[in-house]
C-alpha cells in the first residue's frame, strides 16, 4: 500500500467516530483545555482524552503544554491542515455542529466575564499586585524610553493607568483599552490635567476599538499573556498602526510557575522567543531590538521593539474588524488639554 493510502486512511479511521468529528471542528480554529471539552461537549474525561488521544496520532489534532496545562487544536499546517480544509465545507451551517461552535462561545464570553471580573475587582490594588512580580524594574520608564517621538500612542490593555501616566506628557494624543471599567477608572485618577489628550475605551485586544492606522505607536505591556490567542492580539496592533509605526510588547519569558495563573489570571506561562517572533512575522512586523530583564520569583521580562514596514497594507486580522462608529459608544473617559483651557 502506498504513503497516500495509508495518509488517507489514517484520516478517514480517526474521523470514523461522531465526537471526533465534533472535536475537530471545535479545534478547527480554537484551543481548548480538556476540562473545557468536557463542557461543551457535556462528556467525561476520559472519553473525550481516549478520542484526542486519536486525533494526535493521526495528526489532526496538536496539543500545547504549558506548565501543568495542555491546550488541543486542529494543526495548522502540513497535510493534516489541508485535509482538514478539504471538509470544511461539511461543519459550514450545519445545525448540529454549529450548536457546537455556540456552547464554545458561551463558554468563551463566560470565561472573559470572570476575567474582567477578577480585573475589576483588583484595579485599586493592580500596580501593587504588578511590582510584587517585577520588584523594582521599571519596566514602564524602560518602555517609554524606546517610544519615538510622535502625535499619538495606544495602550492596548492599559490597565490602571502607570503606562499612560508615563507617557501623557510625551506625545499628543494618547488611546487607552482596557476591558475592566475599574481599571479605567483607576486610569481617569491618574491622568495629569492640561497635558495630552487622553481616550480611554472599553474593549479587548482581539477586538480593538480603534481604527485601522489610527496610531502611530502601540502598546501592549504584560498583557498578552491574559489573552487565549495573542496572535490574534499582534494582529489588530498592526491594524491599529500606521506604516512605519512603533510596536513595543513586554511579557514573561517562558516559565512553568503555576502560581500566576492561580493568583494572576495568567492564561499563559509567558512566551518563548520562538514563538513570540513567530506571531510577530506572521502579523507583519519586524523586530527591531529585543531585550530580557530578570524580575522577582526566578522570572524574566522581555521588551521588544518592532516596526511596521512602511507601505505595508493592514493585516487581515481573523476578527475581522474594521471599527466604524464603535468609538462614540464606548468613550469612557476624554481629557483635551484645549478644554481644560477653555474651562479655567
Known amino acids: ?34 476540562r473545557e471539552l468536557m463542557e461543551i461537549l457535556e462528556m467525561g474525561q476520559s472519553r473525550i482524552s481516549r478520542h484526542l488521544k486519536v486525533l494526535q496520532d493521526a495528526a489532526l489534532v496538536e496539543v500545547r ?17 489541508r485535509f482538514a480544509n478539504s471538509i470544511r465545507y461539511l461543519f459550514d451551517g450545519a445545525t448540529g455542529f454549529q450548536r457546537d461552535l455556540q456552547r464554545c462561545d458561551g463558554l468563551l464570553k463566560n470565561g472573559r466575564l470572570q476575567s474582567t471580573r477578577f480585573f475589576d475587582s483588583v484595579a485599586s490594588g493592580w500596580e501593587a499586585m504588578k ?66 489628550e487622553v481616550d480611554l475605551r472599553i474593549g479587548e485586544l482581539e477586538h480593538l476599538p480603534i481604527r485601522d492606522a489610527e496610531t502611530e505607536v502601540a502598546i501592549i505591556n504584560l498583557v498578552l499573556h491574559h489573552l487565549r490567542n495573542p496572535g490574534v492580539g499582534l494582529q489588530e496592533a498592526q ?27 495568567d492564561h499563559w506561562l509567558g512566551f518563548s522567543s520562538a514563538q513570540m517572533e513567530q506571531w510577530l512575522e ?22 521588544y521593539s518592532c516596526r511596521k514596514p512602511r507601505g505595508r497594507q493592514v493585516c ?15 468613550i469612557l473617559f476624554k481629557e483635551s488639554k484645549h478644554n481644560e483651557h477653555e474651562g479655567a
Open 1 to 34: 500500500m502506498t504513503d497516500d493510502f495509508e495518509t488517507a486512511l489514517r484520516y478517514f479511521k480517526a474521523l470514523g467516530d461522531e465526537t471526533r468529528i465534533r472535536l475537530l471542528n471545535i479545534l478547527d480554529s480554537r484551543e481548548f483545555n480538556v
Open 65 to 81: 503544554r504549558d506548565g501543568l496545562w495542555a491546550f488541543y487544536r486542529a494543526v495548522n499546517r502540513g497535510p493534516g491542515r
Open 131 to 196: 511590582r510584587s512580580v517585577i520588584g523594582e524594574l521599571d519596566l514602564v520608564g524602560e518602555i517609554a524610553c524606546r517610544i519615538p517621538q510622535a502625535e499619538n500612542a495606544a495602550d492596548l490593555g492599559c490597565g490602571s493607568g502607570a503606562m499612560i501616566q508615563r507617557i501623557q506628557g510625551r506625545v499628543r494624543r494618547v488611546i487607552g483599552v482596557d476591558s475592566s471599567r475599574e481599571m479605567l477608572a483607576e486610569t481617569g485618577k491618574r491622568l495629569v490635567r492640561g497635558t495630552a
Open 239 to 265: 491594524r491599529i498602526l500606521r506604516p512605519g509605526g512603533t510596536l513595543i510588547v513586554a511579557d514573561f519569558c517562558k516559565h512553568e510557575k503555576e502560581l500566576m495563573r492561580d493568583r494572576y489570571g
Open 282 to 303: 506572521s502579523a507583519g512586523i519586524r523586530v527591531v531590538e529585543r531585550i530580557c530583564f530578570p524580575v522577582r520569583m526566578g522570572l524574566q521580562v522581555f521588551v
Open 316 to 330: 487581515g486580522s481573523t476578527t475581522g474588524n474594521k471599527y466604524t462608529g464603535f468609538q462614540e459608544r464606548n
